[in-house]
């Protein structure tokens, strides 16, 4: 019975597969919502599904993390393999892989400080860059209205005044109260997620930059 119900759900997954997964997926590395992503597919699929995918995808590939940057972690991630024998026939086959992330770090913490540091578009793109993108930023929607939950002054719709449509979209897409502490890395758009939300004390939170080691509370 175990077999069966992993074979019924190798052919639903390899089915999504085939219309659509990879599809959603490189919309998500493009940088597009949930919301957009649904809106441009040629195959109708239900917006929790794109958002399940997404997730899942963020995770698999180290866009999301669900325990502090540079802890040791082994994932993993099992596929199915569709194969033929010499009669032509299909089946497949479970294939399980391990991927381990880097080691655990012991990061420098450091508090930013404007009349310091300057101002935080500049000094989040310099980090950046000093860390070859290797950066994640801490998000927890649980208790939004504490300023060491990583966002502040958040209404319980999760409106976001100072994000403009394609930002909200994107952290709506993929967040809710519900989630526990999330640590998503810091490309181009989070990068201008958080500026934004911190110019308007919207944000305040941890940022983590692996190659140097530094943990800057915002």
């Known amino acids: 019975m175990e077999e069966q119900k992993y074979f019924k759900q190798a052919i639903s997954n390899f089915t999504f597969e085939a219309a659509c997964?990879?599809?959603?997926?490189h919309l998500a590395d493009l940088g597009y919502s949930v919301k957009q992503i649904e809106e441009q597919l040629s195959y109708p699929v239900p917006y929790e599904k794109v958002q399940k995918t997404v997730w899942e995808y963020f995770l698999e590939n180290g866009?999301?993390?669900l325990e502090e940057p540079g802890k040791v972690k082994i994932q993993e991630k099992a596929d199915y393999v569709k194969e033929y024998n010499k009669?032509?026939?299909a089946s497949f086959r479970r294939v399980v892989s391990q991927k381990e992330e880097a080691g655990e770090i012991h990061f420098k913490e450091k508090h930013f400080d404007r009349e310091r540091d300057g101002d935080i578009s500049g000094y989040l793109t310099k980090k950046c860059n000093e860390n070859e993108m290797k950066a994640y930023v801490l998000l927890n929607f649980t208790a939004y209205d504490h300023a060491e939950s990583g966002l502040a002054k958040v209404s319980?719709?999760?409106?976001?005044?100072?994000?403009?449509?394609?930002q909200q979209d994107y952290i709506n897409g993929l967040f809710d109260k519900k989630r526990g502490p999330v640590y998503h890395k810091i490309n181009a758009?989070?990068?201008?997620?958080?500026?934004?939300?911190y110019e308007n004390d919207n944000y305040h939170g941890k940022c983590y930059f692996i190659k140097t080691e530094e943990m800057i509370i915002l």
């Open 21 to 25: 997964g990879g599809a959603i997926r």
């Open 63 to 65: 866009i999301l993390l």
């Open 87 to 89: 009669y032509g026939k």
């Open 156 to 166: 319980p719709q999760m409106n976001f005044p100072s994000l403009d449509t394609c």
């Open 189 to 197: 758009l989070m990068r201008n997620i958080i500026i934004r939300l």
